[in-house]
């Protein structure tokens, strides 16, 4: 049942998976010869998932927000919930979906993009989980109207925010091994574990608006 | 006959609107037609039933079940078609379909091929190709398969020609051919009620205010013509509304059976209940 | 079985129904053990309400002239010698007594009437 509805969100969305897949190839390969840092793709990465994600998720909240669909879903045995949680495997499905794409192109095109390591992607995919951990909630909330100029303008301050506290970040030289006395790779999964805490919280909190919500 | 549907004491408060108080009870083996004004309240009844919008007080049982406690299982044997449709209109019919279908375990795809190609739609058509007629028996081709027990439809009629409109009644007698079955939908043109209602109920201002046998209403109620001169203040009480010109008068009674002989008296059932249903809007 | 409805007339529809029902039964216009059509079926042809047919079924079955078998449907009951020659008299009655009322308010006595009947019957047999 949640997979047809993963699906339809998908379907919602096909106009974009061109340009998607496009981004997913040229922005990297973009990102990385303009900025030359050395970021194990992350920077690259990181751009292409929070646009494709922006764009995606978005054209669908749009057409959900147009055409009610949501309401006939709500009357069908579906109950809200599934709804909810549906929304969010889709997000978590288009970030591995840019996954992919980057892996596959990095694999073709070693000489342009860098593979991932598990450190840039647990970061990539925490930066997503507290981005979409916000603003779903406050959509289900306030309505997509409203709250689609603060995603935008959220999405487009990450990428030119992000070289600075990288930076600023580099320069504390933190040494994280000494502070969480665990080996980096243990760290690395750490974030991905905090990024799907933080995914689960925002669900929750979600399902509950929606659940008082009139349609 | 038992209750399908057992609607007690419905509230829900909007700032400009209100439900109060609303209930009623669908029987089985019956078609109920939903009669209102729009901005009556006849949309709100349905999404509330449907736990669309939430209910500020009441109950709603459906087999004697109460909704808040086994919605998904009772939706299994609900069938909804609204006026607006709210299908993803970029979707395709089959596409859409397969988002609704999972949801119901009784689901019967030989069914749905059998009712598109009764209708004559396609299923690789795009719902935004629809005209407003497809679009209604797409809902229809949709909530008539899974084996659904109680028809829900919001104004499916609106917008509709005659013709259309004059199938979709052939469809839903056709659908209460079988035992336990009831349907129950809301619209504005009474003209619809006349051919298939069983029990009409009719809402204004958020409250209902009838709630009878088709035929006991038409039985109960006459439209009375006469000459003017008859009138006086006795037989001016009797009639809910009246209209007089130089030609004579037009009223409707509902002291038909008891009355006394008015002369000149000609009443025509069909007539009257629409003359009643305007009447009864005026005089609230 | 001819079943007409009159939309002006005073009569409620289910009695309309009712009636004419019976009188069929009574003409042997129906026979015992005729299968009746459903009540949605008779509702659907008639153009009035399930409430109304049923009403219509429940009261005839009532008063013995039909009988429902669960899961078969309705049918005319058995012949009952009894309740035919009871509701042919009880026809006439109505009749009569309409008769009687118009002949009172005309001014036409009773003997009058008698008359008229006699010669009405003789004109009959001849």
Known sequence: ?215 | MNPILEVNGLQKDFPAFSLQDVSFSLLEGCITGFIGVNGAGKTTTIKTILGLVLKDAGSIKLWGKEMDRNERELKNHIGIVFDEGYFYEDMSIREMKNVIAPSYSNWDEAVFDNNLKRFQLQPRQKISTLSKGMRMKYGIALALSHHADLLIMDEPTSGLDPLVRSELMDILLEFMQEKGKGVFFSTHITSDLDKIADVLILIDKGRIVLNEGKDVLLDKHGLVKGDQRLLDQQTRKMFLTLHETEYGFEGVTDKKIRSTPVHERRTDRKADYRKYHAGLRRGE | MNIIISNVSDQPLYQQIKEQIKAAILHAELKGGDLLPSIRALANDLHVSVLTTKRVYDELESEGFIITRAGKGTFVAPENLELLRESKRHLVEVKLTEAWETARSLGISKSELYAMMDLLFEEDEN
Not at chain 1, 22 to 44: C, D, K, N, R, W
Not at chain 1, 142 to 165: C, D, H, N, T, W
């Open chain 1, 1 to 215: 049942m949640l997979f047809n509805l993963v699906k339809k969100d998908f379907i919602l969305a096909k106009k974009y998976w061109l340009l998607m897949l496009a981004f997913a190839i040229g922005a990297p390969i973009y990102v990385e010869t303009q900025t030359h840092t050395m970021s194990g793709g992350l920077l690259g990465f990181l751009v292409t998932v929070l646009l494709s994600e922006y764009m995606i998720f978005n054209s669908v909240s749009m057409a959900e927000d147009k055409y009610k669909g949501s309401a006939l879903l709500s009357a069908t045995p579906y109950t809200r919930k599934t709804l909810i949680k549906a929304k969010y495997l889709f997000i978590l499905g288009i970030f591995v979906g840019c996954y992919i794409l980057y892996t596959i192109t990095a694999f073709l095109l070693p000489s342009y993009m860098v593979t991932l390591n598990l450190l840039s992607l647990g970061i990539s995919f925490l930066i997503v989980a507290i981005y979409y951990g916000f603003i779903v909630p406050l959509q289900y909330r306030f309505g997509y109207e409203k709250v689609r100029y603060i995603s935008f303008f959220a999405i487009f301050i990450v990428p030119f925010l992000f070289p600075y506290i990288w930076i600023w970040f580099q320069s504390r030289n933190i040494d994280w091994q000494t502070i969480f006395l665990f080996p980096s790779v243990i760290q690395e999964l750490l974030l991905f574990l905090l990024a799907l805490l933080i995914g689960l919280i925002s669900m929750l909190v979600t399902i509950r608006i929606y659940s008082q919500k009139d349609l």
